[in-house]
């Protein structure tokens, strides 16, 4: 599932618009990938940071500053798969 939300947010660049020098989405691909994000990340990491930072990101998303918290997310996830890996390294040896 993670590696899926990874890669479908990295297609979403392609749907990037730029206005008055600020890039931005107005597609809902974006709306549901942030969606389906949120809750993997509210659903495996309930009680961190990670989750606290991105509810509050997430209210102060606006179409001048949705491409920033694009970015946000997706190194998020990534950051969050880089952890996980870890963990199952980890367990394997």
């Known amino acids: 599932m993670l ?10 660049e ?3 618009k730029q206005s008055k020098g600020r890039l931005y989405f107005d ?16 659903k495996y990491h309930k009680d961190t940071s990670i989750v606290t930072q991105m509810k ?4 102060e998303i ?6 920033t918290f694009y970015k946000l997310m ?14 199952i390294e980890e367990v394997k040896a």
């Open 3 to 12: 590696y899926h939300l990874i890669k479908l947010g990295e297609a979403l």
């Open 14 to 16: 392609s749907e990037v």
């Open 27 to 42: 597609s809902v691909n974006f709306g549901v990938w942030v969606s389906k994000s949120i809750l993997y990340i509210e």
């Open 56 to 59: 509050q990101s997430y209210k």
């Open 62 to 67: 606006d179409y001048t500053n949705n491409y």
């Open 74 to 87: 997706l190194s998020t996830l990534k950051v969050i798969q880089e952890e996980e890996n870890e963990k």
